[in-house]
Each structure stands twice: as structure tokens, then as C-alpha cells.
């Protein structure tokens, strides 16, 4: 199977930054795609960032220039560094992966989702 631990979230205060991570272990020989969700009270979960292997990265309009994702493969882990932290960035922040294949080489065939940390930009 696969767990994801996710860690970085906090309370920071307008024009801060801060950095998550989410880790992947378990049978894993590759993932496509790497991602990070956020869902603020009230509202739906949407896209944040999202890193596909050999792919072009893809940012909502509201975090762009703000947020980086990166991945690191060989640990199985993606980041987003969160730059000028504005309060409307508040909520739960979901790591996301698809297009897993396990160490025999077998997709998995599902998304897989962290457990979520909480982001909260206040003065």
C-alpha cells in the first residue's frame, strides 16, 4: 500500500511564507503526477499547483508567481513553497498523486490523497 505524511503547514501572518511537504512510501516504482489541493471552509476542494513527470507545471491563477512546486522523484516527494501568503489562501492543504505504479510495475489505478494540512494567513 501507500501513505502519504504531509508536514509545513501553520499560522502565518500576511506576506509570509511557508513550505509543505508531502511524502510518498510504500510499493511505489514511479509516479506521474504530484500535486497540491486546497479546500478553505465553505468552499470547494480545487487545484493549487500540479508537477507531471515531463509535463508543463500548472498553477491556479491565484497562486501564480506566488507558489512554487517542485518534486524531488527519487524521494517520492513533492513541495510547495508558499510566498506572500495573503489571508485568502487559508485552508486545508491536500497533497494529490496519480498514475502510480507499484515496485512490480502495476498501476494502481486511483488518486491517493494526503491527510491535510492547515494553512491560515492572519495578522
Known amino acids: 500500500q501507500v501513505q502519504f505524511v504531509e508536514s509545513g503547514g501553520g499560522l502565518v501572518q500576511p506576506g509570509g511564507s511557508l513550505r509543505l511537504s508531502c511524502e510518498a512510501s510504500?510499493?511505489?516504482?514511479?509516479?506521474?503526477?504530484m500535486g497540491w489541493y486546497r479546500q478553505a471552509p465553505g468552499k470547494q476542494r480545487e487545484l493549487v499547483a500540479a508537477k507531471p513527470n515531463g509535463g508543463s507545471t500548472n498553477y491556479a491563477d491565484s497562486v501564480k508567481g506566488r507558489f512554487t512546486i517542485s518534486r524531488d522523484n527519487a524521494k517520492n516527494t513533492v513541495y510547495l513553497q508558499m510566498n506572500s501568503l495573503k489571508p485568502e489562501d487559508k485552508g486545508v492543504y491536500y497533497c494529490?498523486?496519480?498514475?502510480?505504479?507499484?515496485?512490480?510495475?502495476?498501476?494502481?489505478?486511483?488518486?491517493?490523497w494526503g491527510q491535510g494540512t492547515q494553512v491560515t494567513v492572519s495578522s
Open positions: 510504500g510499493s511505489i516504482f514511479s509516479i506521474y503526477a
Open positions: 494529490n498523486a496519480r498514475g502510480l505504479l507499484d515496485s512490480g510495475g502495476r498501476a494502481y489505478g486511483n488518486d491517493f
